[in-house]
Structure formats: structure tokens, C-alpha cells
């Protein structure tokens, strides 16, 4: 059974940073498709940034791209995000998301992220 577990979401001040971490078990991680997605207060859940199997290729979400940063460490099966220079439209709650080869994709629960001064 595969299980993502989410950290270091909180509150920063606007232009702030974070870095949110997101741990993987029971799938081999490595050639494994990851990602990241945040859904805000009413609004749909949309995806981030998302890494290809091996870390091969990202891609972002036009609203983060030049701020946020989406790398893996493949030996420690976790998945990071790197947010620089946070805005309040930022503030969501920040999910992890694996899809295996030839498998069903998974979620974590979430981590929320407050942008505000």
C-alpha cells in the first residue's frame, strides 16, 4: 500500500519561503511519476509542478514558474518543493501525488500553506 506523508507547510509573510517534503512507502519511488498540487478555499484542485519518472523532466504551473522548485531524492524516496517568494494567492493546501508505472496514483493528506502578513 502506498503512503505519502506530507511536511513543512505553515504561515509566512508574503515573499517568504518554504519548503515542503513528502515521504513515499510501498512503491518503488524512483521511476515513479511525482508531483505536487494545492487546492485553495473554493477553488478546484490545481497541479504545481510535476516531476517525470527518474526526475527525467519537471514542469510547472505558469503562476509558480521562476518561484517554485520541484525536486527528488530518489534514494530517500521523497519529493520536494522549494516556494521563494510566496504571495497570499498562494495559500492552499499542498498535496503530494505518485503515480507508479502501470499503477493507480495516490495522494497524501496535505499540508497547508498561509501566505500572509
Known amino acids: 500500500q502506498v503512503q505519502l506523508v506530507e511536511s513543512g507547510g505553515g504561515l509566512v509573510q508574503p515573499g517568504g519561503s518554504l519548503r515542503l517534503s513528502c515521504v513515499a512507502s510501498?512503491?518503488?519511488?524512483?521511476?515513479?511519476?511525482v508531483g505536487w498540487y494545492r487546492q485553495a478555499p473554493e477553488k478546484e484542485r490545481e497541479l504545481v509542478a510535476r516531476s517525470s519518472n527518474y526526475g527525467y523532466t519537471t514542469n510547472y504551473a505558469d503562476s509558480v514558474k521562476g518561484r517554485f522548485t520541484i525536486s527528488r531524492d530518489n534514494a530517500k524516496n521523497t519529493v520536494f518543493l522549494q516556494m521563494n517568494n510566496l504571495k497570499p494567492e498562494d495559500t492552499a493546501v499542498y498535496y503530494c501525488?505518485?503515480?507508479?508505472?502501470?499503477?493507480?496514483?495516490?495522494w497524501g493528506k496535505g499540508t497547508l500553506v498561509t501566505v500572509s502578513s
Open positions: 510501498g512503491v518503488i519511488f524512483r521511476n515513479s511519476i
Open positions: 501525488w505518485l503515480a507508479p508505472p502501470n499503477g493507480v496514483s495516490s
